[in-house]
């Protein structure tokens, strides 16, 4: 049976820019890094906790337009202890959040962010009475 999310992966323009943002802004690390037969580099793995990781591939040139409307990814959601202080952690390395910490409708604290190639990160704050800490 399934035993949870091994990995979500994103196709990036520019690896050495999503590197920072994910290493150097949040803090994941690098876990190690697979080429091609032919000795490109291929996919980097960033790992997010045990048995958890982001895979950065090489080679992205097209842009993929996405809103509510669009059928398919949305965003990805990171769970953090105090979304005041990711919040602050991420405007003090110059980026500009989406929509500063709020709490929503199920009663968590998010903020928005988009790395280096436009894809959407909510940083969630659980509310110990939300539907997801009760279900």
């Known amino acids: 049976m399934i035993k949870g999310i091994g990995h979500l ?3 990036v323009e520019n690896m050495e820019k999503s590197l920072s943002f ?3 802004v949040l ?3 690098k876990a190690f890094e697979l080429n091609k037969e032919n000795g490109e580099p291929w996919i980097v793995y960033l790992k997010v906790r045990e048995g958890q990781f982001i895979e950065l591939f090489y080679g992205g040139s097209k842009e993929v337009t996405t809103d509510f409307s669009t059928i398919g990814y949305s965003h990805l959601c990171l769970e953090v202890e105090d979304i005041n202080e990711i919040a602050n952690h991420i405007k003090s390395h110059g980026l500009t959040l989406d929509d500063e910490p709020k ?3 199920d009663l968590n604290y998010q903020c ?3 790395d280096p190639d436009g894809n959407r990160i909510e940083f969630m704050q659980l509310h110990p009475e939300s539907p997801q800490n009760n279900a």
């Open 9 to 11: 992966a994103f196709v």
């Open 112 to 114: 928005w962010v988009r």
């Open 27 to 29: 803090g994941f690390k």
């Open 103 to 105: 709490q929503s409708a």
């Open 22 to 24: 994910y290493c150097n």
